[in-house]
């Protein structure tokens, strides 16, 4: 009787093993990227764009997981699509400290406003320029999804291939704006 009972405990132990096992042999999906970035505080001319980017970067993140997921671009691609999203994102981050720096020196200094406000604009512009780019890189890659996850004609190869154009399209966009713009920060510090 106790052989019965060894034998009808290791059956379900050996399936856990076996379980086990192949469950470590799948690759973990990539990490998820915590910001450590703040939102500039209330009432700054930053806030709103940076808002619009973390909104972006969470919806661009899941879609780069179901490109992944879904073998939907070569892992070399989608690495230099996280690349490219996270060098905007703190480009992004640091101008945006950039604007909360000059608005609190505007406030602190009051003759000094009237010489910082241009600036302050010329940089939130450039932040909602930006966010738009980055936006039109997310909405790229939730056309490419969504091109191969449909079953009518929009999911032919032509198709996904004009989809992946226009998000590698929108990537070198983006990656130009952000290179110009922290040359720009640099020539400003020099």
Request: glycine share 8%; aromatic share 4%.
């Amino acid at each position: 009787i106790t052989g019965i009972i060894a034998a009808g405990a290791a059956a379900p132990a050996t399936l856990l093993l076996l379980r086990y096992r192949w469950l470590r042999s799948e690759p973990l999906p990539p990490p998820r990227q915590v910001s450590g970035r703040r939102l500039p505080p209330h009432g700054s001319a930053a806030r709103p764009p940076m808002a619009a980017l973390a909104a972006s970067e969470r919806g661009m993140h899941s879609l780069l997981g179901v490109l992944e997921r879904g073998r939907m671009l070569p892992p070399e691609e989608i690495r230099e699509l996280r690349a490219a999203a996270s060098r905007t994102a703190a480009t992004m981050a640091a101008t945006a400290g950039e604007v909360v720096s000059m608005e609190r020196a505007a406030t602190q200094t009051p003759g000094s406003h009237s010489y910082l406000a241009p600036t302050i604009d010329a940089f939130t512009a450039q932040l909602n320029a930006g966010v738009r780019q980055y936006n039109e890189m997310a909405t790229a890659a939730a056309q490419l999804v969504s091109s191969a996850n449909t079953g009518s004609m929009s999911s032919s190869p032509m198709s996904q291939q004009r989809y992946r154009d226009e998000l590698s399209g929108a990537t070198d966009r983006l990656l130009g704006w952000s290179q110009a713009f922290e040359e720009l920060g640099q020539l400003r510090r020099a």
